[in-house]
Nanobody, 126 residues
Framework: QVQLVESGGGLVQAGGSLRLSCVAS????????IGWFRQTPGKEREFVAA????????YYTDSVKGRFTISRDNAENTVILQMNSLKPEDSAVYFC???????????????????WGQGTQVTVSS
């Protein structure tokens, strides 16, 4: 049974920072691509960032490039999303997701990930 648990969300002022963590109970964690997605009420889930198993390849949506950094520690089964220079439009529920068989063209698609966490709320005030 694969479980993903996010933490680190909260309320922050615009320009501030938050550090989201995703801890995975996956025996072969290092074989998984981990992605972060976000969702606001009434909207579809949006890709934010992803990282391959060896950390050599990371991917970001354009709106967070230069502000967010994704990293992972395979020894700790953890993926971190460091979010800096936060904007009100970054407010959402953030989810981490995992999959072991993603090809490059599928990384940004939420329907391609098999496992999901419960989400953590991020609220950025103006």
């Amino acid at each position: 049974q694969v479980q993903l648990v996010e933490s680190g969300g909260g309320l922050v002022q615009a320009g501030g920072s938050l550090r989201l963590s995703c801890v995975a109970s996956i025996r072969t964690f290092r074989g998984y691509t981990i992605g972060w997605f976000r969702q606001t009420p009434g909207k579809e889930r949006e890709f934010v960032a992803a990282i391959r198993w060896n950390s050599r390849h990371t991917y970001y949506t354009d709106s967070v490039k230069g502000r967010f950094t994704i990293s992972r520690d395979n020894a700790e089964n953890t993926v971190i999303l460091q979010m800096n220079s936060l904007k009100p439009e970054d407010s959402a529920v953030y989810f981490c997701a995992a999959d072991a068989h993603l090809i490059l063209s599928s990384i940004r698609g939420d329907k391609h990930y098999d496992y999901w966490g419960q989400g953590t709320q991020v609220t950025v005030s103006s």
